[in-house]
Nanobody, 124 residues
C-alpha cells in the first residue's frame, strides 16, 4: 500500500522560498514517477513538476520554470520541491503524486497515488 505525506508548506512573503517534501511509504519507490500538482481556491488542480524514477528527466509547468526545482532521493524514499522567488499566484494546496511508470506523466489522471496536500500561501 502506497502512502504519500507532504510537508513544508506555510506562509511566505513574495520573493521568498519554501521547500516541500513528500515522504513515500510502500514498496519500490524507485519504480515510481513522482510529481507535484497544486490547486488554488476555486480553480482546478494543475500540474507543477514531475520527475522520472531515476531522476534523469524532469518537467515543469511554464510559470514555475527557473524558480522551482524538483528532486528525489531514492535511498530515502523522498521527493522535494524547492520553490524560490515565490509569487502570490503560487498560492494553493500542493499535492504529491506517484505512479509506477518509467514515463513522466504531466496530467493528474495518470497518477494513481496522492497525498493529502500541504498549503502554500504567498503574501504580496
Amino acid at each position: 500500500q502506497v502512502q504519500l505525506v507532504e510537508s513544508g508548506g506555510g506562509l511566505v512573503q513574495a520573493g521568498g522560498s519554501l521547500r516541500l517534501s513528500c515522504e513515500f511509504s510502500g514498496p519500490m519507490f524507485s519504480r515510481y514517477a513522482m510529481a507535484w500538482f497544486r490547486q488554488a481556491s476555486g480553480k482546478e488542480r494543475e500540474f507543477v513538476a514531475a520527475i522520472t524514477w531515476n531522476a534523469l528527466s524532469t518537467s515543469y509547468e511554464d510559470s514555475v520554470k527557473g524558480r522551482f526545482t524538483i528532486s528525489r532521493d531514492n535511498a530515502k524514499n523522498t521527493m522535494t520541491l524547492q520553490m524560490n522567488s515565490l509569487k502570490p499566484e503560487d498560492t494553493g494546496v500542493y499535492y504529491c503524486a506517484a505512479d509506477p511508470t518509467y514515463l513522466r506523466p504531466v496530467t493528474e489522471y495518470e497518477y494513481r497515488h496522492w497525498g493529502q496536500g500541504t498549503q502554500v500561501t504567498v503574501s504580496s
